[in-house]
């Protein structure tokens, strides 16, 4: 079973998190996003004041490389509308790492679709929903869903999905999708795409919006469907366990974010300021950060349920949710179905 953003074995993960090294970045060029999503960790419309600048951006990436990191993952904001996203991924690619792009496809022209597949830039693709109604108000946008079956088809167009052009559909379990997503599965696995499906980090929007809300016991029941569907239909074997569908998130042994503005967090769920590039290098906050240091010894600073789960020793729960919800970074996890109260 692969962990936390799909392509890292649980050997490497180990390994890195041994030595103090990264495998992987989370960035935002800019928090500017031309959607509203109603479940986005962002809490406001994002503007480029204060943002990093082209030159602090390269060195930031650059020390990631020094730290080990093989790939850059770029979130938002959306960047498919960043002015010098083109130039940012060349200068990525020139480092020598891979490129994966979380993108609500709005910008993905053909033209920008034919560079990504160019730089064998992994690109994951958001889409809640095939019902156009029901994609256009979760993204806050009339029109999300057109616009996103047009990144779709300009992707396909330029050669994705294949094995060197990976392609993801990055998918949020909520109340308005979840009797569809068992068919949204098995229709991306036809289609050679991966499911990116998740649990829903009750922060930001996401806490205004509680109609979105799907409770642990009916978590328990899709994750296991899926698992069910995976094995019979695909012949793929994994243990139900969230935030990920398929998947373990372990990301804080091995990985952070870096917002637009150079704010060091464990994750976008975690968000806990460890420091700011703009002040001190990258490595050195990360080293010196006792979040970091707890989040890396998990077994023995872990909390309640996830501390004795019988998971425990490849899993504690999701982070941002525990943050969120309790203000503990390393209580139990209020949104698994194995804690005492999600049964």
């Known amino acids: 079973m692969q962990i936390y953003n799909l392509e890292f074995s649980e050997a490497e993960v180990r390994q890195a998190a041994a030595e103090n090294r990264l495998l992987s970045m989370e ?43 093989r790939k850059i993952i770029v979130l938002g904001g959306e960047p498919s509308i960043y002015p010098h996203l083109r130039e940012m991924l060349s200068f990525i690619d020139a480092q020598g790492m891979a490129i994966e792009l979380f993108t609500n496809g709005s910008g993905i022209t053909p033209e920008l679709a034919s560079f990504l597949a160019e730089k064998q830039a992994r690109v994951a693709l958001k889409l809640n929903s095939r019902d156009p109604e029901i994609q256009d108000r979760l993204a806050g946008r009339l029109g999300a869903s057109a616009l996103i079956q047009q990144a779709l088809a300009a992707l396909r167009g330029a050669g994705y999905p294949s094995r060197e052009r990976f392609l993801a559909i990055s998918t949020v379990i909520c109340r308005q999708n979840i009797a569809e997503l068992p068919a949204l599965w098995q229709w991306l696995r036809r289609e050679g795409i991966e499911p990116f499906f998740e649990v829903i980090t009750p922060q930001a929007n996401a806490l205004d919006n509680d109609w979105l809300g799907v409770t642990p016991a009916e978590l328990k029941t899709l994750f296991t469907a899926l698992a069910e569907l995976d094995q019979s239909q695909f012949g793929r074997s994994w243990t139900p366990q969230p935030p990920l569908v398929g998947n373990r998130c372990m990301r804080h042994q091995v990985s952070c974010v870096v917002t ?51 998971q425990a020793a490849e899993c504690y729960g999701c982070r941002g949710a525990a943050y969120q919800l309790t203000g503990d970074y390393l209580a139990s996890d209020p949104t698994c179905w194995r804690n005492a109260g999600g049964s």
Do not use: H, W
């Not at 060029?29 to 509203?36: D, E, G, Y």
């Open 27 to 69: 960035i935002e060029f800019s928090r500017v996003c031309n959607f509203r999503c109603s479940y986005c960790y962002v809490e406001e419309e994002g503007t480029r004041a204060g943002e990093l600048s082209r030159r602090e951006l390269r060195e930031l990436i650059r020390q990631a490389r020094e730290l080990g990191a």
């Open 260 to 310: 637009a503005s150079g704010e060091v967090m464990p994750c976008v769920g975690v968000t806990i300021p460890l420091g700011n590039i703009r002040q001190t290098p990258l490595g050195e906050i990360l080293a010196t950060s006792q979040v970091i240091a707890d989040l890396k010894n998990y077994r023995q600073t872990i909390k309640g349920e996830c501390r004795d789960c019988e």
